[in-house]
């Protein structure tokens, strides 16, 4: 038995779990997919599943989400860290020293063996990375959006993030799982929902709405706006279509990234530097505004 999410709307995401059943079928694997739709009858349907295959009480099931989250929250703000200090780095070789660093350091998280294993390792790798501190003053910075699958999994970007910091481009994303878990029970009025309203008041499938959300919300404090999703995503390419008269509205630097397993690292980096360079030129035209 295999479970798999479900997706609502016209995100190709909601037929998954069908191809996957079909090609199991067709090859003769004997694996049932059980989908679970993302929406409140399909975590219902999802926590009586994980009751009945554990045998656990609901107490039980429910006891790891407050530390769970919590966790997911600390990973975010040592991520965040980690690039802002990155993005002060000039020097070669200090940055192949903060590499290996960093590297230790999530592999030491992935084997923490319990919630305040884990938290004391965060704390004092908050403590150390700061000796790896560059000297580089004029750090940019810019707004990720987009998909879920191509924000929050750095293989699937080319390690996106980590490029714009070796640019001296601090970033943050629109989605994480933190974020995700938090926007399903958050009841702020002035969050990512509110800024999207002049632009598109409901949900299309996918995380298109959040796409234009974050995007209206940072364009007021951001140097620029990166959108990165996988190929054909229908929800995204609505989105960007929205995004442009964002931009415009704002005046802020916009790219649209789309990454398929064909993508090539040599012109995906080439678009990144000269949207980098564009930040730069707009930064010094800023400043020499402000001065006269």
């Known amino acids: 038995t295999a479970v798999f999410l479900g997706g609502k709307g016209p995100c190709l995401f ?27 009858d399909g975590a219902k349907d999802a926590f009586n599943l994980i009751k009945k ?23 975010d703000l040592l991520e965040n860290r980690f690039l802002l200090i990155r993005s002060t780095i000039e020097d070669e070789e200090r940055r192949k020293a903060f590499n290996s660093f960093e590297d ?3 592999k030491l998280l992935r084997n923490a063996r319990s919630f305040i294993e884990l ?7 908050f403590d150390e990375a700061e000796r790896f501190k560059g000297g580089r003053e004029s750090i940019l910075c810019v707004g990720i959006v987009g998909d879920i699958y191509t924000t929050i999994d750095a ?7 980590r490029k714009l910091a070796d640019m001296g481009v601090y970033s943050e994303r629109s989605m994480t799982i933190n974020k995700w878990f938090r926007g399903k029970i958050s009841l702020s009025p002035f969050g990512w929902k509110w800024h999207s309203k002049p632009y ?30 996988p190929l054909n995503c229908m929800p995204e390419v609505v989105a960007k279509s929205i995004l442009d008269a ?23 980096i080439t678009r990144l530097e000269a949207f980098c360079d564009l930040l730069e030129a707009n930064k010094k035209n800023d400043e020499l505004l402000a001065r006269n």
């Open 155 to 161: 293989d699937a970007n080319a390690k996106l993030q």
């Open 119 to 125: 938290t004391a390792l965060i704390r004092a790798s």
């Open 104 to 106: 230790g350091v999530f």
């Open 200 to 229: 598109i008041e409901k949900g299309i499938g996918g995380f298109a709405r959040q796409t234009v959300g974050y995007a209206a919300m940072w364009s007021r404090s951001v140097d620029g706006i990166i959108q990165i999703h």
């Open 53 to 75: 295959m554990s045998g656990k009480s609901t107490f039980e099931i429910l006891s790891p989400l407050p530390e769970g989250m919590r966790s997911c929250t600390l990973l």
């Open 14 to 40: 909601g037929c998954f779990s069908e191809m996957i059943r079909l090609a199991l079928e067709e090859n003769s694997i004997p694996l049932e997919v059980l989908r679970i739709e993302t929406n409140m």
């Open 246 to 268: 964002i931009m415009r509205d704002f005046r802020v630097p916009f790219l649209s990234l789309v990454l398929d397993e064909l993508s090539g690292d040599l012109g995906y």
